[in-house]
């Protein structure tokens, strides 16, 4: 699934710029994830974290730039063929449907691989967050904010996606939650799904990423391995409150 | 008053009812899912009584005389067609104008309700049409002078209709095309990201719409006969007033709604007066959008992000 075509990147992004009307939310970004990587994005409120991820959807277009998946151009692709190519978000927010039962949720992450692997991929998802297997009759809207981030990398895990991309997972929850949602991502790492993380959280998100960029105003202003940014003095006074 | 005549106006409204509600699914259903009134609904529903006519007239001159096969295919190609028509005005006239202002639609919607009025005018001529009596006789419980009785196609819109209802929340509930409705409904842009394609269920909602409206149009034709074509305005208005007071967006209460505006107005006409019934319901929507506007049960039915 996650084999590159011609040593092309996994996920590359091209000089993209990003609009709302008249707001820029992204000028020239520039950054690629490998087959295998976890990479990470940080970057204050405000700084366009979440339209970079919503770009690769196409919501909005890339105004100018290319976004290329495994060396192929998706630039302009509809929205729901992007899921069809291996791409999941978990969006900030969680976006679950609250009216659901988590099972329904669940199975709303299938609709681009279609139901084959239904049975054996939720035994998966159990093991990794069993949980979600004594609430899965239950509405989703009763269940907790970690458990329902839970549900919303279940949800995207169920597509058996080869990259994920996740939207601020922690942010909302409480320590040891976050802790959690932390090691479960360098789980699914390790069996095989790059992971693309887009966070606040510096501290943990550098810790885990093999590399990261950080992006203000709209614009890529460092990248670097994880380490690297960690001690970067700038990094270190921005984003992880200075010391 | 006696008894038998108030559980013979109850009966008389829960076919009536019926009706009402099957027309209502699709006004809930594409406010659910576009947040929109499809103005032009109680059209499709008048289309469909004409097809029933042209259907029936098919039928018959190809020399088919066995009813319940008659009736099958004057079904089978009322809603078909019906939903042809739901799945273009969709295309036309709502889509184009996504993402654009609110209004927008609403004004494309009244002007899709006149094209369609003034075109079945023009084209089926603006006389009051008529077809045979197809179904006759009653089932009639009681003494010879304390009865009810409801006739055999009072039995048969409401049977059909617990059928329609029955495939419907089936679909909904149960299968992967009804949670991508549901999906869709509650985020659109999240059931897009997931890979469902949004504008191809916003399209089923209408052909599910239509098809529901054609079902009505098809069992009122057979049961009153006659027909023209502003039958459209005042069914419509009813439908919408059921939908409403049900819960819009809510599809047991889009059936819930219609039952209640059926029996509440056979009751009016039964006991208070025929000539206002329709004013009925009319007051009915006023004081439901005034006292509770998200109706007996539309609330958690949906949370728009
Ligand atoms: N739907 C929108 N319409 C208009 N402006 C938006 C919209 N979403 C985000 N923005 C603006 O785009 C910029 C980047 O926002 P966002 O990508 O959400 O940042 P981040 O995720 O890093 O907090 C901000 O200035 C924000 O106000
Ligand atoms: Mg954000």
Known sequence: MNETQGGAHLLELQEVDAAYGPVQALKRVSLHVDAGEIVTLIGANGAGKSTLLATVFGEPR?????????????????????????????????????????????????????????????????????????????????????????????????????????????????????????????????????????????????????????????????????????????????????? | MELHIFAQQLLNGLSLGAIYGLIAIGYTMVYGIIGMIN????????????????AMSV?????????????????????????????????????????????????????????????????????????PTLIKGSLRIGSDTKFVQMTHIQLLIVAVTVAAMGALTFVIQRTSLGRQCRATQQDRKMAGILGIDTNRIISTVFVIGASMAAVAGVLVTLNYGSFDFSIDFITGIKAFTAAVLGGIGSLPGAMLGGVILGMSEALFSGFVNTDYKDVFAFVLLVVVLIFRPSGLLGKAEFEKV
């Open chain 1, 62 to 243: 890339a105004a100018r730039g290319h976004i290329r998946f495994n060396g192929r151009d998706i630039t302009g692709i509809a929205t729901h063929e992007v899921a069809k190519l291996g791409i999941a978000l978990v969006p900030e927010g969680r976006r679950i449907f609250s009216g659901m039962t988590v099972e329904e949720n669940l199975l709303m992450g299938t609709i681009c691989i279609g139901p084959a692997h239904v049975e054996p991929d939720l035994i998966k998802v159990f093991e990794m967050f069993p949980r979600l297997k004594e609430r899965l009759r239950q509405r989703a809207g009763t269940l907790s904010g970690g458990e329902q981030q839970m549900l919303a990398i279940a949800r995207a895990l169920m597509g058996r996606p080869g990259l994920l991309l996740l939207d601020e997972p922690s942010l909302g929850l409480a320590p040891l939650v976050v802790r959690q949602i932390f090691e479960t991502l360098a789980e699914i790492a390790a069996a095989g799904t790059t992971v693309f993380l887009v966070e606040q959280n510096a501290n943990h998100a550098l810790r885990l990423a093999g590399r990261g960029y950080v992006l203000v105003n709209g614009e890529i202003r460092l990248s670097g391995t994880g380490n690297e940014l960690l001690a970067n003095p700038e990094v270190r006074k921005a984003y992880l409150g200075g010391h």
């Open chain 2, 59 to 131: 039928v018959f001159s190809f020399g088919v005389d066995s009813v319940p096969f008659a009736l099958l295919i004057i079904l089978a190609v009322a809603v078909l067609v019906t939903a042809a028509y739901g799945w273009v005005i969709e295309r036309i006239a709502y889509r184009p104008l996504r993402g654009s202002t609110r209004l927008a639609p609403l004004i494309s919607a009244i002007g899709m309700s006149l094209v369609l009025q003034s075109y079945v005018q023009v084209s089926q001529g603006a006389r009051n049409q008529g077809i």
């Open chain 2, 39 to 54: 103005f032009a609904h109680g059209d499709v529903y008048m289309i469909s009584a004409y097809l029933t006519a042209i």
